[in-house]
């Protein structure tokens, strides 16, 4: 018998050991059949590789100024060294160094931003997809009210209210966008709650609450990933444009929109100070914008059917 219980477990073991690399290879070929989703994947990976070991990969303190350094040009020009190799601002602060650490900050900001609108976008969804009637009213009577406020505007009143800080700019964007996925959520829900599985846990007295989460929830996880892998980039682009309008991240902190601003009276001069950081920007959301392709393609099931 105790042999009989060994060799079971360990053909369990095995089995579930072989699941996990078998839907691993299978990923990776969907990604590889993809060459746009081949290069965000890549591309991203690279962002977040630089954020995290941004005070390793940084050659000097992106803060530290050096007058004696004032506005040395890339090494490739004339007058450029190998000590700074994207050139130095008006400061004599290190290029390079700065859109390292400045990689840091626009992900913390464009990922936890889109986690909070996530969060709160899928409860409401959620709640007023599945109920329906007057609570589906009211929440969607509040979606529309933040719609008819352009988010933009919202977000620079309280930025001029209160400190900007990375914080803020997380709590201030994150508030403006859930309505998104609010919207998308619930039209989904109301297509799930409709389905036979679910009717079938209504009709043997499973709580609404146990429904929602273990039966509804993971049917939409799909699109919330979609959506979240977009919004990222475009919350990007928002941070560093309020960065550039000097209500976003200020000094010392680092950000790309910050260089953008310091940069923008040197455009016919000292053309580095700007265009590095423009094309960081640009980089990393076509980056994000590839991979988001690649897995609405991949996740969903009415794209999937139509190939």
């Not at 005070?55 to 700074?84: C, F, R």
């Not at 190799?85 to 913390?108: A, C, K, Q, Y």
């Not at 429904?211 to 892998?229: D, Q």
Request: positive net charge; glycine residues 10%.
């Amino acid at each position: 018998m105790e042999a009989k219980l060994k060799t079971s477990t360990l053909v369990e073991t095995n089995l579930t050991k072989g699941k996990k690399p078998g839907a691993l290879i299978r990923w990776v070929k969907l990604l590889l059949q993809s060459k746009t989703g081949t290069v965000g994947f890549f591309v991203v990976l690279g962002v977040i590789v630089v954020a995290i070991f941004a005070d390793i990969i940084a050659p000097h303190d992106p803060t530290k100024n050096n007058l004696e350094a004032m506005l040395q040009p890339p090494v490739w020009l004339d007058g450029g060294t190998s000590t700074y190799i994207l050139g130095t601002d008006n400061l004599g602060r290190d290029i390079l160094s700065r859109i390292i650490h400045g990689t840091r900050v626009s992900l913390l900001v464009g990922v936890f931003s889109v986690i909070l609108a996530g969060i709160i976008g899928i409860v409401v969804g959620i709640i007023s997809g599945y109920y329906g009637g007057i609570i589906d009213n009211i929440l969607m009577r509040i979606v529309d009210s933040f719609l008819a406020i352009p988010s933009i505007l919202f977000i620079l009143v309280v930025l001029a209210v209160f400190d900007p800080s990375i914080f803020v700019l997380i709590i201030v964007i994150g508030f403006t966008n859930w309505v998104t996925y609010a919207r998308v959520v619930r039209s989904e829900v109301l297509s799930i709650k409709e389905r036979e599985f679910v009717k079938a846990s209504r009709s043997i007295g499973t709580k609404n609450r146990t429904i929602m989460a273990k039966h509804i929830f993971p049917n939409i996880v799909s699109s919330f990933i979609v959506i979240s892998t977009l919004s990222v980039a475009t919350t990007i682009i928002l941070e560093a444009s309020l960065s550039f309008l000097g209500l976003g991240i200020q000094p010392p902190d680092v950000s790309w929109g910050g260089m953008l601003t310091d940069g923008r009276n040197y455009l016919a001069t000292n053309w580095w100070l700007a265009t590095f950081p423009g094309i960081a920007i640009t980089v990393t959301v076509l980056g994000i914008i590839f991979l988001g392709d690649w897995l609405r393609d991949v996740l969903d099931p009415r794209i999937k059917g139509r190939k």
